[in-house]
């Protein structure tokens, strides 16, 4: 389905014809601009940016390319299109047609869940407005630009559901969204992770990496959702965010491939000597960004995903292709905790252990991207080998939250905890030499930080001196 780009808001719902929700939306969008200016990219609002922008919901969709001034880029609201005859597909009122309005009873589970999902969209462009100060390249900063202004179209997605069917109180939900900030002291966004700065631009890759994909795994458990306008919200917004975690995966990638440019080059571990950044410290920023997007998961047994479930909320990855009966009474899943200073498997109701089963299928797409990375190493006869820690590794929410595990999921004591802790997490020495690296800005077409390799290809095939960016 098109989008009608004629319109103040540019949609697919055909919000003209609803008067009163279309007054709404539109009043809440100079709020929402005003929050752009001032907590979205620091000093970019006359900047032209090559930008993609959606021009139909279907995967093909993105053929448009231009360069936009980013407070003029067309956020709105793009649902993928209605399935005819689309059924509930998993719980107890599986087979039912789905709901195009919101159930009484699933209201307010409704609401909280797409006011989380909505908080964490603002909350990454907070976290990220001032890395442009320090972009490795002009094609970096504009694909820091091209997520920033999609996570803030991610936002438009929530707010629309909202305001379209939560009445008053989805309406100051919405206000809400722009009022909460990141790490702010008084008014925080709701998730932990999400109040960390993201300070570098090894941190920004490993979150658009780790912490982009746990929003991939939400998003995909909510597309299955028997609410249908929340199902085909998220499965729009699944097609954004597959661009971030591929920033993200060729972002790191690039750095690992400079670091083993730099090795051979030179002969030598050494490449800090070098500016580079060392293979051991990219270890230690992945097994952080890592093990803090598990907790994002929640809990290993819980309820609150049961009844998610069996209510026809909230479904499993792609739950429509597993083969079982979506209904899942009386089976049983394993689920790891700590016992006696060791890790043990036991099962539970298989209906308790669902946030486990996505940690399970998030953690083993995770492994994919570092299995690519591994490559890199081995094409450069280097022997080193990046790992994704044990789950149980440095958790602060479930069921290893009160112990210490090390990276090979060994229950260990504190003292040998404080020993290695350096070893496994970024150290502060680490982290000051990260961020030591991140110069200015560079800025002109083609050049690319000494830290990190130049990307394979351009964006939209450009040339490699293509000005992603001009900064007027
Ligand atoms: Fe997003
Ligand atoms: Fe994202």
Redesign the pocket.
Known sequence: MSINYSELIPNNVDLSSDRRLQRALEAWQPNYLQWWRDMGPEGSLGYDVYLRTAISTDSNGWANFGHVKMPEYRWGIFLADREADRTIGFGDEKGKPVWQEVPGEHRSTLRRLIVTQGDT?PASVEQQRLLGRTAPSLYDLRNLFQINV??GR?LWAMVYLLHAYFGRDGREEAEELLHRHSGDPDKPRILGAFNEKTPDWLSFFMFTYFTDRD?KYQLASLAESGFDPLARSCRF?LTE?AHHMFVGETGVGRIVQRTCDLMREHKTDDVRALGGIDLPTLQRYLNFHFSVSLDLFGQEASTNAANYYTAGIKGRYLETRIEDDHQLVGASYDIMSPASGTIVARPVPALSALNERLRQDYIDDCAKGVLRWNKIIERAGIAFELTIPHRAFHRRIGAFADVHVSPDGRVIADAEWKANVDKWLPSETDQTYVRSLMGPAVTEPGKYANWIAAPGRGINNQAADFEYVRFN
């Open positions: 969209e999609e996570e991610h929003g917004m965010e």
